[in-house]
């Protein structure tokens, strides 16, 4: 006889489960169980990936929660409103149903600390359900351990009408606890009293007993406890885990009759979740069949491209017509025009209100279906795109359309989904943060009582660099780390729990852009909730979009891009100052071969300008020279690590720039090959060069891609032969064949899909022409989006490099003309006062309306006269003051803010008489010093450097001048990075698929140390860290411990470092940068005084070389940038030996080598000394 179990807590229990899906229905599966239950807190999370996983197994999937229940009414929220546990599993799809109305009310109606639900609501929802009493926390046994058997027994028969004879049990656990060994008997007791039959559960928390330790860290972790608290919550020890029959059996002995209902339970639940996509419905005018409509839209939209021009004149109509009548077959013969008409159809609504949308995204722009509806911009003829990338016939899946939306506007196409569908049908979808091994180290580290210095210190400096690298990797690639772990058994106890919570789900929130559209009220198929801690609540569905898919349900991606609200923005600023019309700003767009703009790219002058803005890509432009806009393409897919690191991108510059002869192994490749110099860079050249060499059709070819992309051994075995034997139907050399195939496996890991490429290039177009012909408007965009988007007052400075190259004057706020956001004045850029740090909209919306009413303030005191000082207060002043706001009347800062107090004191004391209509006292007594007629210019000023220190700490930058103007040109020269350049290299990782790991990059960086700050590690050892401010902004740097002499008996410390480290002291930093957390930072490995770095002779330029091919490699990069501010040293391996080799003195380099990103783009490890 074998046994189920009916009461599982997983990872989404969250904080609470330890248990991993996948592994606890392998281990039932192992145990010999048939079935198995999943019972979360409150929340259906792991539901879809139980279910899914469950059935692929081949066990029973059962599906439960362990909800909350109010005593009384949910709608009650005051303090100490009590609630106990109640398990519900489903018997059939009603009961799922119902399951999904009753835990996603908990959270819409029911929620305070907890969701809940109450038993008006059960009664309504029982249908379909079996209910079991639960741990401790149910009713029934907290009744009994209060010595109210009555009630419990009350409470008993009420379950049991509510659900039904045979389906309400009373729950038996035993976990050693003496609170149950007292409840078990009471329990058997009024089982055989009230005819309501016993079932024996373990309240799984972890999977094995082992899993007990890590359990109790996750306990730490949900309470904020450490470990060694006596009075935190705890778990009897090594009891809450799977336990075998024979377990249970040894437990119940006495009752097998609650063993054996689990098996009878088990038997009577039977859930089928949907399978086939469950589409809303979408309803063509005059009745018409989707079918009929999407044909008519299609051809309709291709017969407007026609007419407009936006077809390529090259290419034959017939080709156009053919392909979308291809491509039509296709989406009617797999059903998918209604998910085509959806979609067009809210695109459509987007662009008859003027949100701006993306020209496409992803492989849908591949589509020329999608380009006739204006579901797309792009023509996938003229860009040589693949239907089939899209849109595979062969395969079943859904085709899926991204969408970019104006940032700001995107809740407004959402709201008209919502109003167009029936608002409780739409629904955004949820997102976990998971338990990446750092964020675990720290949290573990923690719980167990480590010092945070030595935490961060083996997350920093220890653990080897890179976003979310496994802790397994992180041990093999890190010598550091593996000493730290074996030091002694706390550390190896550390690193032994961070490996078990590795991943875990810690936090449930809302995915940025996934939004589920459904045929009926989405409650009936899924559950919501909402994240409490959110401003602004919205209805989330409980399974992430993938596993939402699988179940049937529609997942849209409406993707809020900045750059579309910058593009928005400068729209509406240039309709308003010049005349011209948006729509005639988008045909400018659609014509891509303006030389204007490609003047921009050729410059590399693309800050600002949507992924082209990083120093690396900028310097690709330099090198690649754009004219057209297949050269934007291709950088937006080379410009990756992959490609960068596999010498990809240094071959196409050289065969690109006729540097390097281009050759074709076989005919047939050169019309694939010839745009891109014969390298292999789009995934849908791989596709089309399976169909021309091997007979392949492109629906297989894509099959190949995937195959190729994913690394799949056995399926690319398989795809080899038929490679080969088709290539040699073709009679094609087999030689030549397999080389290719080699060649396409080794380009497809680095591949990119060209649609995505294509897409993303008419982006940046868009934004270039922009800048191109409204570069003021186009700044004062960027401007504007960053201070909507920004928490930081200082992340407005990052632009200040653009606009100085763009002869753009970024003025201080003014208070007779700025309004809340960055305005133009004759060109030039004026601050918003709603970027001034301390100004708060409502100080704001008062003064500006008050200007608005009643004229420009005509002195400081003539304002303060006019103001509301309880909106406008102290700190607005004093904000405004420091700003700058005030210059306009000719007041000096210091003299206001010296005078502030007893201005607004004798300001607001006359407000007052006058608004209850006295004279009194003040009228007739003399004006505070402020107001006096004294000239201005006999008042006192701060002095510079203190003027502009205040003006950086409400402004974020400083708008009079930098205390390093005089030292621009060298920190220009030796700089091989500025701050800016590095945070546009960390806003390129935004977003990024899949997201690179890691710039290891050395970099120099010259500027001026601010709010440095000392610490210790664990060991009590000195570390620093301070922020480096150059011209265009800041960035952090982090000094450990083994650079401080006296601090470090090896190699590596810095014999002059504490006197360096000083607040306002000018220096270069050399090291590696880490853009692997939440902004960017230089590990230090060197510093230098300003002075002795630029004036102290050459420095040095060390450079590891690996070959003789390196090194010739390595001199003809160099050649362009020889010069005497740098000597040149490389390390070689001789033997077995690591030796330095000077160069001779006439190979050494001008600085401006640094300012390149030749070294790091080849792929060198170098330092400067």
């Known amino acids: 006889m074998t046994f189920v179990h009916l009461h599982n807590h997983t990872e989404y229990s969250l904080l609470d489960g330890l248990t991993n899906v996948k592994e606890m229905i392998q281990r039932a599966k192992e145990l010999g169980m048939p079935a198995i239950a999943i019972t979360d807190h409150g929340t259906m999370f792991g539901i879809a990936e139980f279910y899914l996983e469950a059935r692929k197994a081949g066990i029973k999937p059962i599906l439960g929660c362990e909800v909350y229940v109010a005593q009384g009414s949910r709608l009650e929220k005051q303090k100490g409103a009590r609630m106990n546990h109640l398990v519900l599993l489903a018997r059939n799809n009603a009961g799922y149903q119902n399951l999904c109305k009753l835990v996603s009310e908990g959270f819409l109606s029911g929620f305070y600390y ?10 309504k929802h029982s249908e379909g359900l079996i209910g079991l009493t639960a741990c401790l926390k149910g009713e029934i046994p907290e009744l009994i351990l209060n010595d109210c058997y009555e009630d419990a027994k009350k409470a008993a028969l009420r379950f049991q009408k509510i659900f039904g004879k045979g389906h309400f049990y009373l729950e038996m656990q035993d976990h050693d606890i003496p609170a149950e060994k007292k409840l078990l008997p009471e329990i058997v007791k009024l089982a055989r009293e009230v005819d309501i039959p016993l079932v024996a559960t373990n309240d799984m928390h972890y999977l094995k007993r082992e899993d007990s330790e890590v359990h109790d860290i996750l306990l730490c972790l949900q309470t904020n406890h450490l470990l060694s608290d006596e009075n935190r919550m705890k778990y009897a020890p090594y009891k809450f885990y799977l336990k075998s029959r024979e377990e249970m059996e040894a437990l119940f002995s006495y009752c097998p009759e609650a063993l054996d209902n689990t098996l009878k339970i088990a038997e009577m639940c039977d859930v089928e979740l949907p399978s086939k996509m469950m589409l809303p419905e979408f309803k063509p005018p005059d009745g018409q069949a989707l079918d009929d409509y999407l044909e008519q839209l299609a051809k309709e939209g291709l017969e407007k491209l026609k007419e ?86 062969e395969r ?85 780390l593996r000493a730290f772990r074996d030091e002694n058994d706390l550390n190896r106890q550390l690193f032994d729990y961070v490996a078990r919570i590795e991943n875990t789900a810690r936090h449930a929130g809302v995915h940025a ?120 393409i291709a950088c937006n897919a080379m410009y990756r690590p992959g490609p960068i690191g596999s010498g990809m991108l240094d071959g196409y510059i050289r065969r690109r720039n006729k540097q390097e002869d281009v050759t074709y192994s076989l005919p047939e490749l050169k019309p694939i090959l010839e745009e891109t110099h014969g390298i292999i860079l789009y995934q849908e050249q791989v596709m089309l060069i399976a169909v021309e060499v091997a007979g392949y059709s492109l629906a297989q070819a894509d099959i190949l891609r995937k195959a190729m992309g994913k690394k799949k051994k056995k399926v690319m075995e398989e795809q080899k032969k038929i490679f080969l034997k088709g290539a040699e139907e073709r009679n094609v050399d087999p030689k030549k064949a397999e080389e290719l195939m080699d060649t396409m496996a080794q380009f497809a890991e680095y591949g990119f899909n060209k649609s995505h490429s294509a897409a993303y290039a008419l982006l940046a177009y868009q934004t270039a022409w922009l800048k191109a012909y409204y570069p003021v408007e186009f700044a004062t965009a960027v401007l504007r989006m960053e201070q909507a988007s920004s928490t930081k007052v200082g992340d407005i ?59 420009s303030f005509k002195s400081f005191d003539d304002f303060l006269s006019r103001m509301d000082t309880r909106k406008a207060n102290k700190k607005v002043m004093e904000s405004l003051i420091m700003a700058g706001a005030f210059d306009c009347l000719g007041e000096k800062r210091k003299h206001l803010s010296e005078t502030l107090e007893v201005s607004m004191r004798f300001a607001s004391k006359k407000n007052e008489e006058r608004r209850m209509g006295q004279r009194s006292l003040f009228d007739t007594l003399p004006e505070p010093e402020s107001a006096q007629t004294k000239p201005a210019t006999e008042h006192e000023e701060w002095d510079k450097m203190e003027l502009l220190e205040k003006e950086m700490d409400v402004l974020g930058f400083y708008a009079s001048g930098h205390p390093l103007d005089e030292v621009a040109g060298e920190l220009r020269r030796f700089s091989t990075l500025s701050a800016a350049d590095i945070h546009a290299m960390m806003d390129d990782l935004e977003g990024s698929e899949p997201v690179p790991a890691y710039r290891s990059e050395t970099v120099v960086v010259g500027g001026m140390i601010r709010n440095l ?89 060390s450079i590891e070389v690996r070959s003789a091919d390196q090194l010739n490699q390595l001199r003809l990069a160099l050649e362009p940038y020889r010069g005497n501010d740098l000597k040149l040293f490389f390390k070689v391996e001789v033997g077995a030996k690591i030796v330095w080799v000077r160069s001779a003195d006439q190979y050494n ?16 490890s170098y330092a400067i000394r």
């Open 1149 to 1164: 380099l001008s600085a401006d080598v640094l300012s390149t990103s030749v070294l790091n783009d080849l792929g060198f």
């Open 396 to 480: 079943t899946s859904m085709p899926d359309i991204d969408i970019d939306f104006c940032k700001n506007r995107r809740e407004e196409v959402i709201n008209y989904v919502k109003e167009k569908y029936g608002e409780e049908r739409v629904a955004q979808i949820v997102t976990f943060n998971r338990m990446k091994a750092k964020l675990a180290i720290k949290d573990v580290a923690r719980v167990m009582g480590y010092p945070a210095a030595e935490a961060n210190r083996v997350t920093t400096k220890l653990y080897p660099p890179g976003l979310n690298v496994p802790l397994k990797q992180a041990l093999e690639d890190s010598d550091e």
């Open 1013 to 1101: 700050q000392f610490r210790t590690d664990r060991r009590g050892r000195k570390m620093a860290s301070f922020i480096l401010e150059d011209l265009t902004g800041r960035v952090n740097v982090v000094i450990f411990a083994s650079k401080f002499p006296g601090e470090n008996q090896g190699k590596g410390a810095i014999s002059n470092l504490t006197e360096l480290l000083e607040n306002g002291q000018r220096v270069f930093v050399s090291g590696k940068l880490d853009l692997a957390r939440s902004s960017p930072s230089i590990l230090l490995d060197d510093i230098r005084g300003f002075d002795s770095f630029v004036k102290g002779g050459a420095a040095t330029l």
């Open 114 to 123: 907890k969701p809940r639900i109450d038993l008006e609501l059960l009664e």
């Open 308 to 393: 407009a021009g936006k077809l390529d004149n090259t290419i034959p109509m017939e080709q156009y017509t053919e392909r979308l009548q291809t491509e039509l077959d296709v989406l009617k013969m797999k059903g998918f025009a209604g998910y085509f008409l959806i979609t067009w159809d809210f695109i459509r609504f987007a662009k008859e209100h003027d949100i701006p949308v993306g020209p496409g995204r992803g492989s849908a722009a591949g589509s020329l279906t999608a380009y006739c509806m204006g579901i797309t911009d792009v023509d996938p003829l003229r860009y040589k795109l693949l239907f089939e990338r899209f849109l595979n016939p």
């Open 513 to 632: 852009a996934g939004v589920i559209i459904t045929p009926r009220p989405i409650t009936e198929l899924a559950p919501v909730f909402v994240d409490p801690t959110s401003k602004s609540p919205v209805p989330v569905v409980q399974y992430d979009k993938n596993l939402a898919e699988g179940i049937g349900l529609l997942k849209m991606d409406f993707l809020g891009l900045k750059t579309l609200s910058v593009i928005d923005i400068a729209m509406e600023l240039i309709t308003s100052r010049h005349k011209v019309t948006r729509s005639e700003m988008r045909e400018a767009f659609t014509k891509v071969n303006d030389n204007k703009v490609f003047e921009l790219f050729q410059n590399s002058d693309t800050q600002g300008i949507f992924q082209f803005e990083s120093s690396g890509m900028r310097g690709l432009l330099k090198s690649l020279h754009p004219n057209k806009i297949e050269d934007l």
């Open 797 to 855: 400075l990052k632009f200040k490099p653009m606009l100085e190259h763009m002869e753009i004057a970024l003025l201080p706020p003014d208070i007779n003309q700025s309004e809340n956001s960055f305005t133009i004045v004759e060109n030039e850029i004026l601050f918003g006062l709603g970027a001034v740090k301390g100004v708060g909209s409502s100080a704001i919306d008062v003064i500006i309306e008050e200007r608005n009413t009643n004229g």
